[in-house]
Every structure is written in C-alpha cells, then in structure tokens.
Nanobody
Framework: QVHLVESGGGLVQAGGSLRLSCAFS????????MAWFRQAPGKEREFLAA???????FVEEAVKGRFTMSRDNANNAVSLHMNNLKLEDTAIYSC???????????????WGQGTQVTVSS
C-alpha cells in the first residue's frame, strides 16, 4: 500500500518561501507520476503541479513562475518549492501518486494527509 507523508508546511510572511516535501513508501516510486494539490477553506481542491515518471513537469498557470516541483528518485520523494508566497496561497497542501502514465491533473490513486501552509501579512 502506497503511503505519502507531506512535511514542510508552516507559517510564513507574504513574499516568503517554503519548500514542501512528500515522502513516498510502499511500492516502486519510479513507477508513479506525482502531483501537488491544495485546498483552501471553503474552496475546491486545486491542482498545482505534476511530474511524470521520467521527470517531465507541468505547473498550473496560476502558480507558474512562483512554484516549482522536483523529484528525487533516489530518496523516493517529491518537493514543491514555493516562492513569493501570497495570502491567497494559504491552504492545506497535499501530494498525490498515480501508477504509471504521464502528466495528468486527475486520476491520482493515493493521497497524503496534507500539510498546512499559512501566509500572513
């Protein structure tokens, strides 16, 4: 059973940076496409970025230029690097895994519990 654990969330001032990490376990990491989502209070879950097994990356237009995603196959982890954070970036951030396939915004089978990011003024 795939298990995902996010870390790195916290309180940050607007304009600051955070790096979120997602640790993968329970199967062969390199077989999975990975993605990051977030959900703000009262809003639907929002796709942020995805990375295929081969390392191709897609970042949602709304956060492109501020957020980047990286993958470390040696350590079975992905990261979300967030710069110039804004108040509206406050949300619970979750990573997700999908067996096989390329980049997609849907169809993820496994989800972490999420980590809270709060941006203050």
């Amino acid at each position: 059973q795939v298990h995902l654990v996010e870390s790195g969330g916290g309180l940050v001032q607007a304009g600051g940076s955070l790096r979120l990490s997602c640790a993968f376990s329970g199967d062969t990491f390199s077989d999975y496409a990975m993605a990051w989502f977030r959900q703000a209070p009262g809003k639907e879950r929002e796709f942020l970025a995805a990375m295929s097994r081969s390392g191709d990356t897609f970042v949602e237009e709304a956060v492109k230029g501020r957020f980047t995603m990286s993958r470390d196959n040696a350590n079975n982890a992905v990261s979300l690097h967030m710069n110039n954070l804004k108040l509206e970036d406050t949300a619970i951030y979750s990573c997700a895994a999908r067996l096989g396939g390329g980049i997609t915004t849907v169809g993820y089978h496994y989800w972490g519990q999420g980590t809270q990011v709060t941006v203050s003024s």
